[in-house]
């Protein structure tokens, strides 16, 4: 069963606005991924931030970790219709090497 | 190649039929995974080799299910009397090394229609 509890489910804003996407997680990690999903595609890795860092930043992306409530949070700003995709979280547990995602957000961006 | 390669992109097969699903991972990656993932939904981890060594099997379905990578490259999923409930899309992802904190790269998948 799945892991990680995405929130929301669908998420459909204009291009320049930003979009916020949450994660929630039961057990303890290593560290806490996010990946990227086109229809009919496989997953892009586009973030990684460890267990002992709170905050990380990449491009247009923003990652946040709260060890203590078991959450994440994935920040685009100033996005674009090329964003449309579905976007998941995944936790490395501890002492194991498999990733466990959550249910995903599907983000539309209209232009 | 440069990613993750998996063959073939769609399979359909009637209940009752084996199938071999097959991936190639980025050269020299270590370690390599399989997830199922159904409809609209995250990926579910499957198993999980390094090397050839397959050291976390947790997560196959039933004794149907069986994956190998004899040489430590190329692995293949292997479903026995496929079950209707089988159907999903299988995807197959590789890391360079052992070490956790590290990306997944994943193929574009296999298709799997039971009919």
């Known amino acids: 069963s799945q892991q990680g509890e995405e929130d929301p489910q669908a998420l459909s804003i204009q291009e320049g606005e930003n979009a916020t996407m949450n994660c929630s997680y039961k057990?303890?990690?290593?560290?806490l991924q996010w990946y990227r999903q086109n229809s009919g595609r496989g997953l892009v890795h586009l973030i990684l931030?460890?267990?002992?860092?709170r905050e990380k930043h990449s491009g247009r992306l923003r990652v946040t970790l709260d060890t203590s409530k078991k959450s994440s949070s994935l920040l685009i700003t100033a996005s674009r219709a090329a964003d449309t995709a579905s976007y998941f979280c995944?936790?490395?547990?501890?002492?194991?090497?498999?990733?466990?995602f959550g249910t995903g957000t599907r983000l539309l961006v209209s232009p | 190649g440069a990613g993750v390669s998996q063959s073939p992109r769609y399979k359909v097969a009637k209940r009752g039929q084996d199938v071999a699903l097959r991936c190639d991972p980025i050269?020299?990656?270590?370690?390599l995974f399989w997830y199922q993932q159904a409809l609209g939904q995250g990926p579910e981890f499957l198993t999980y080799?390094?090397?050839?060594?397959?050291?976390?099997k947790s997560g196959l379905p039933s004794d149907r299910f069986f994956a190998e990578r004899p040489e430590g490259s190329v692995s293949t999923l292997k479903i026995q009397r496929t079950q209707q409930e089988d159907s999903a899309v299988y995807l197959c992802?590789?890391?360079?090394?052992?070490?956790?904190?590290?990306?997944?790269?994943f193929g574009d998948g296999t298709r799997l229609s039971i009919l």
């Open positions: 992802a590789s890391s360079q090394d052992t070490n956790s904190n590290q990306p997944q790269h």
């Open positions: 057990t303890s990690i290593n560290n």
């Open positions: 931030i460890r267990s002992n860092e």
């Open positions: 995944a936790g490395m547990n501890t002492g194991f090497q498999k990733l466990v």
């Open positions: 050269s020299g990656h270590v370690s």
């Open positions: 080799f390094q090397n050839e060594a397959q050291l976390d």
